[in-house]
């Protein structure tokens, strides 16, 4: 008998969890693909800014005592994208890669080893992608976090 579900269930703790825990004055919102956040140097008074994205995910059969049953999971991979604007320094962009390595770690902190949902396994923070950095000062820090959904399938 299946259980119902959402493969996206974990979208909403994420902002939530980010929203209470990051510094006053940073938003945090869901962006669906990492090519809308491209406009964001029109929008810099908005920033800095935390965009929560579902990347990809594989299912993993489980069975805790042979390997073999048709229980279900789903290994699945967030970003969670920085992006901060800073003018100063345009030529080398420190104070922008600065701005954003700080309000990263903060996520790392927030993230990393917690438990988003009943029966979840923690989150695990598992690569930082290739920064962005665009001329006028706009940088995006993408982080990648791992999570294992509850069973979504099984007897």
Known sequence: MSEPGNLFALESPLIARLTETLPAGVQVLA???LEDLRDLEQRARRLPAVFVMHLDGAP????????SSRRLQLAQRWAVVIATHNRAELATGAPARLQ??????????ALHDWRPLERA??????????????????QLLPLVFSHKTPRLCGD
Do not use: C, M, Q
Not at 100 to 109: F, Q
């Open 31 to 33: 962006a669906p693909y």
């Open 60 to 67: 993993i059969e489980v069975d805790p005592k042979t390997g």
């Open 100 to 109: 954003a390595g700080e309000l990263a770690w903060s996520a790392i902190g």
């Open 121 to 138: 396994k923690p989150l695990e923070f598992s690569r930082l992608l290739s920064p962005l950095f665009f001329e006028g000062g706009l």
